[in-house]
């Protein structure tokens, strides 16, 4: 009986889990549930970021052009006005948001329950259930076989790039071209008990006093803004010339205290 | 009848879990079409979709696999892929370098000519390639282990610039391309939709069945005929089980650690097992290989630098070099190593050779075809 029970109850929550995670509009729930669109500005400091030809500057008073500018926003979490949480459902809470391609910088999250929202939370990175997940789990934008993105994965370690930055600096040497990489990633695997690196960062902005009303009828869009230079500006500065290359080392850690600051929370278009 | 019943119900409970799993993998943020093999695809033209299923050899002298076999259920059709593309060298840039090309049967799947492995345009890389064989019984690949699943292993030879220096989105682009595949992926995973992960679940198919549990020694533990081992290969073995065992454990002959076993470090200056942890305490740290096949296997080392077995015992007798990390198995005597004999270190190498596997080396099912 007991078995029974717990049977029929995994099944249901097998389908519940299975319509869930659904992120195309339902008819059926069309009056229940509605959308909401994430987008995220890349900016440094009061600039709008272009790649390639724009000379920035950080606080290491370093001049620097950006190549390349990419970062994975997982694991979503919308405040509802209750105070409870709405969690996106995990198999449609992986985004990349590159640079380069500015579709991916719109992220529209669909089939929400309809209410009012205070804030959002995310994580920079790849959560490591995930990283770890059998292959045929990991699609989309996880895919290391999908050309439609940059790659992110690192075959030698496995595991996510979750922030790329690359870019050209007078501050590093002719001998490299003048290049700099920053590839950081490590989402704390354990061996032996002891862990390695975690650069996963959790974010959370509330949305100030604004409420946030996610409808049947209407779509509002929070507009999120990402600042390059807060990578660089932490609490930690980093100096192009003295780490033009930052890749699974101990001191990415730094760097990734200093991605935790990067987004901040602009303002809301109501449709 | 009962056993019809049995069958009905198992394939109506896989197909409503892979419809359902169909439905949650299929709703993801990208759209991309369901990895796993459909049972039951539309019959049109009057074809039907099957696949005949593999089991996985269980030697009665091994521990019980770790490959999540349930994830990727072995079929005749799928290991016949996973071979085909071990075999292509379409999956390198120049279309030179395929898989097979540094991992030869006959050097029980390691590269013998070559103490660091060599690639594309000639190039070599920093370590010795490793024999492939047992892979079910592994869980983390490599020198270093950094790889840490069977079916995401193949995409770091196929990335690796030195290697076969191909984009893996690249080399799945080419596959998708090449006209014999679709039938294969088809007969394989019963639709011609080539994926990331049907691609690498195929590879992981073929290299699950490299299963070496033939050799002399196997047949003498497992009492079976043709397993006789001569009185100085079972001194051989008696020495072994004493002095080499901590590291070289079971029947895998391998314990699955990393370990320093105090090679003097070469100019490489290979950090090991450090460069995946970060973790001092694993510096100049390397897994302990399994000795299966080690007759036919060299070089020896991550980094290849002895020939001959006689040489590697030689090392743990006069040449591990005492630091940090060095192994505490080595430090239990007066002086840094092991303390073998003469007439030891011949029995013990007579000893590591009926760990040879000649139906494994010359198996026609894992030569190309």
Known sequence: MIRTTTFSWLICSCLALAFAACDTPDTAFSDQSGKLRLVFDNVVGTSDLKLTNNNYQNASGESFTITKFNYYVSNIRLRKSDGTDYVVPQDSSYFLVEESRPASQTVTLNNLPVGNYTGISFMIGVDSLRSLADISKRTGVLDPGIATHDPMYWDWNSGYIFVKLEGISKAVPDTQNNQFFYHIGGFGGGYNGKKTINNLRTVTLPFRSDVISVGSASTPTVQLTTDVLKLFDGSTKLSIARYPSVMFETYSTSIADNYAQMIRYERMQAN | ?369
């Open chain 2, 1 to 369: 009848m009962m056993r019809l019943d049995i069958q009905l119900t198992k394939r109506i409970g896989m197909a409503v879990g892979l419809g359902l799993f169909g439905l949650s993998i299929a709703c993801q943020t990208q759209k991309t079409v369901d990895p796993t093999p459909d049972p039951d695809p539309p019959t049109g033209g009057g074809t039907v979709y099957q696949t005949t299923p593999v089991t996985l050899r269980q030697p009665a002298n091994f521990p019980k696999p770790v490959y999540a076999l349930s994830q990727n259920p072995l079929t005749v059709e799928g290991i016949a892929l996973g071979k085909t593309l071990f075999y292509d060298p379409q999956l390198s840039r120049d279309s030179t370098i395929s898989c097979g090309f540094c991992h030869q049967q006959f050097a029980g799947f390691a590269h013998s000519d070559h103490p660091l492995s060599h690639g594309i345009d000639s190039k070599t890389g920093t370590r010795n390639v490793p024999g492939l064989q047992n892979l079910a019984w592994d869980q983390e690949f490599f020198w270093d282990g950094g790889v840490t699943n069977l079916d995401v292993l193949p995409m770091s030879p196929i990335q690796n610039p030195v290697e076969m220096d191909l984009l893996f989105s690249t080399a799945l682009s080419r596959v998708q391309k090449i006209p014999k595949y679709k039938s294969l992926f088809k007969t394989a995973f019963g639709s011609d939709t080539i994926t990331s992960a049907r691609f690498l679940k195929a590879l992981s198919q073929f290299m699950l069945t490299l299963v070496s549990a033939d050799s002399r020694y196997d047949k003498y533990v497992r009492n079976e005929v043709g397993g006789e081992l001569t009185p100085d290969e079972l001194a051989g073995l008696n020495l072994f089980q004493q002095k080499c065992s901590g590291c070289h454990a079971t029947d895998l002959f391998t314990d699955k650690s990393y370990r320093n076993n105090g090679l003097p470090m070469g100019p490489i200056k290979d950090q090991g097992r450090y460069t995946i942890t970060l973790n001092e305490a694993d510096r100049l740290k390397f897994k302990v290989p399994s000795l299966r096949n080690v007759d036919r296997t060299l070089p020896y080392m991550h980094d290849g630098r002895f020939i001959r077995l006689e040489d590697v015992v030689e090392h743990y007798r006069t040449g591990v070099t005492d630091s940090p990390t060095l192994d505490p198995l080595l430090k239990k005597e007066a002086k840094p190593g092991i303390a073998i004999t003469d007439t030891e270190k011949r029995q013990l190498v007579a000893f590591l050779k009926t760990l040879s596997d000649d139906t494994f080396i010359s198996n026609r099912a894992f030569a190309p075809n």
